[in-house]
């Protein structure tokens, strides 16, 4: 019998039926991804201690130790400081330029206060402890975006817990594993999210060459069964996947968003520093624009920009302005035009891979 091409060494590394992680913030398609084969991991960012030790449990009760959980830890972050204590120092220009924003599209004013995020990026002693919880709870993969402190890699080793880097360069791709990465994720610039400025079709075989033996996952524009096929034949172990994700059953993401994801082509997205002081990629929205205008101010560092950016979304959020509202997304996005069951998906991205790369070789 000849052999599944989709059992590689990932598969067997993580113990999944087909070579996809699946990252979602919705904890119901985490659990549905690895009910259908794929490896979920939850992205808790900006998640409270409380929440993330609150999922780690909810999702370990159903999956078992087939996860991840994946933090934002930028390297430069404020030592201290809470959120509403970065917020003062805001400049005022800025501050200004926000404002007309808000007034020129009639966003209007949140619901409740505007919620401050804890996250990694605020400062150092959050990313700590966010860090701690999922030492404590032993969880099984930690996956970190925008890199990770010295002391997890040593503290992730001890406790048997893989850690996976996401990377958007070669350079960055090497100093990860040099500092002890199990696998990394190279995303490319057509990822939802973070991401940097070399697509997944160069930078892929790129750090598959300089990776050695430890895995390398493709991430970014991947959202079919041909996308699966073209990164394993790139010399990926498997991919990272987002997108895909975002308009299935099972996923919390408000149905005026869901529609608008359906709807949209790759060119409908933009990559955006206006969101978080780094550049992201999401769906083209007003905010984004006006940065643009030469007359506005620059762009704030992170994470100031991301504070000045929170009341506008959490306004638009509120009263569900399509308009007005983000999310991030990337440019496989066009083929992203049903909403399905996850189930679904994960047979559609396998099935029409193993077709595409037995065709190949038939
Ligand atoms: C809505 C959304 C939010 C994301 N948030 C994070 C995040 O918090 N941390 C992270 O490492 N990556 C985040 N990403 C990026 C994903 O991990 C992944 O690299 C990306 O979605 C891959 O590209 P694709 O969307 O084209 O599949 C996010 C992606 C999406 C779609």
């Excluded at 201290?80 to 009639?106: T, V, W």
């Excluded at 400025?197 to 079919?224: H, K, Q, Y």
Aim: hydrophobic share 40%.
């Amino acid at each position: 019998m000849s052999q599944d091409p989709l059992s590689t060494r990932l598969c067997r590394a993580l113990q999944i039926d087909v070579p996809i992680i699946c990252f979602t913030h919705c904890r119901e398609v985490a659990a549905a991804a690895h009910r259908a084969g794929a490896f979920p991991v939850l992205g808790e960012a900006l998640r409270s201690m409380e929440e993330i030790e609150r999922d780690v449990r909810w999702l370990r009760d159903r999956v078992g130790d087939q996860f991840g959980v994946d933090l934002v830890l930028p390297a430069r972050s404020p030592r201290e400081g809470s959120a509403a204590e970065l917020a003062a120092d805001i400049p005022e220009p800025q501050r200004e330029f926000a404002n007309r924003i808000e007034r020129k599209f009639n966003v209007p004013a949140p619901l409740g206060d505007v919620e401050l995020h804890q996250w990694g990026g605020n400062n150092q002693k959050v990313a700590r402890d966010q860090i701690q919880i999922l030492l404590d709870e032993k969880v099984p993969v930690i996956a970190t975006g925008l890199g990770a402190p010295d002391f997890l890699f040593d503290e992730a080793a001890e406790r048997g817990i893989k850690l996976v880097a996401l990377v958007g360069s070669t350079r960055q791709a090497v100093r990860q594993i040099e500092r002890g990465a199990d696998m990394v994720v190279a995303q490319g610039y057509d990822a939802a999210g973070h991401t940097g400025g070399v697509g997944t079709f160069s930078l892929v075989p790129e750090i598959v060459e300089r990776a050695g033996d430890i895995p390398v996952i493709a991430a970014g524009g991947i959202t079919t069964g041909r996308h699966l096929a073209a990164a394993l034949c790139l010399g990926a172990a498997g991919v990272w996947t987002g997108t895909v994700w975002l308009t299935s059953e099972e996923s919390d993401v408000d149905p005026i968003m869901k529609k608008r994801i359906l709807d949209s082509a790759g060119e409908d997205t933009t990559r955006t520093n206006t969101i978080s002081g780094k550049t992201m990629r999401v769906l083209r929205f007003p905010w984004a624009d006006e940065w643009e205008h030469p007359e506005a101010p620059p762009v704030l560092k992170s994470p100031y920009q991301m504070i000045l950016t929170s009341k506008y979304l959490q306004g638009a959020n509120d009263a569900r302005r399509a308009d007005l509202m983000t999310e991030a997304v990337g440019q496989g996005v066009s083929f992203v035009q049903e909403a399905l069951p996850v189930a679904d998906i994960v047979d559609d991205l396998a099935g029409q891979a193993r077709q595409t790369l037995n065709s190949l070789v038939g």
